[in-house]
């Protein structure tokens, strides 16, 4: 099992940064890669970024450019940096992981808010 917690979330302004971060625990050696998936009110979860072990990064068209994942292997840790943030990239984000084998978990974490007011 892979816990993962989120933290970093508040309010910025259109055009400003966030960084968020996510820790992982548990069984991590069985995870390969780690990523950020996002839930605006009344829409669907949707993916938006993802950083493979195995190296390179994945993200949606809505980010690309502006957001940035990365990782700490010694911690082992995911963040992403937002930057030229918009109103529309107000949501909560969950971290996830990529467990071997298995794909992207199917439990997720209490997320963490991001509020862009313009």
């Known amino acids: 099992q892979v816990q993962l917690i989120e933290s970093g979330g508040g309010l910025a302004q259109a055009g400003g940064s966030l960084r968020l971060s996510c820790a992982a625990s548990?069984?991590?050696?069985?995870?390969?890669?780690m990523g950020w998936f996002r839930q605006a009110p009344g829409k669907e979860r949707e993916f938006v970024a993802a950083?493979?072990?195995?190296?390179?990064?994945e993200y949606s068209d809505s980010v690309k450019g502006r957001f940035s994942i990365s990782r700490d292997k010694t911690n082992p840790t995911v963040y992403l940096q937002m930057n030229s943030l918009k109103p529309e990239d107000t949501a909560v984000y969950y971290c996830?992981?990529?467990?071997?084998?298995?794909?992207?978990?199917?439990?997720w974490g209490q997320g963490t808010q991001v509020t862009v007011s313009s």
């Open positions: 950083k493979r072990w195995s190296g390179g990064s």
């Open positions: 548990g069984r991590t050696s069985y995870t390969d890669a």
């Open positions: 996830n992981a990529v467990v071997r084998g298995r794909g992207w978990m199917n439990t």
